[in-house]
């Protein structure tokens, strides 16, 4: 059974910027696509940012410009850096498969809130 634990969220104020961390049991990384997912408070849960394992990345376009995803198959972490944060981000934020036919068990997810 895949586990994995995001980190790095917190409260931020408009304009700032985050670095999340995400780590999996297992060496899944380095085999498989993986994405940045978040939930926003009475919303559905959303894609903003995938990894393929050539390192090909692509964003939703809220985030576009200003989300940078990135992975280290040698500690078998992916990680989310987010800048120019805005108070539209505030969510909670998972990673999983870059496939949505193919996720694993979800992670309790690491909460961003954007406020002055």
């Known amino acids: 059974q895949v586990q994995l634990v995001e980190s790095g969220g917190g409260l931020v104020q408009p304009g700032g910027s985050l670095t999340l961390s995400c780590a999996a049991s297992?060496?899944?990384?380095?085999?498989?696509?993986m994405g940045w997912y978040r939930q926003a408070p009475g919303k559905q849960r959303e894609l903003v940012a995938v990894i393929t394992v050539g390192e090909y990345t692509n964003y939703a376009d809220s985030v576009k410009g200003r989300f940078t995803i990135s992975r280290d198959n040698t500690k078998n972490t992916i990680y989310l850096q987010m800048n120019s944060l805005k108070p539209e981000d505030t969510a909670v934020y998972y990673c999983?498969?870059?496939?949505?036919?193919?996720?694993?068990?979800w992670g309790k997810g690491t909460l961003v809130t954007v406020s002055s």
């Open positions: 297992g060496n899944i990384f380095s085999i498989n696509g």
């Open positions: 999983n498969h870059a496939s949505q036919r193919l996720l694993w068990h």
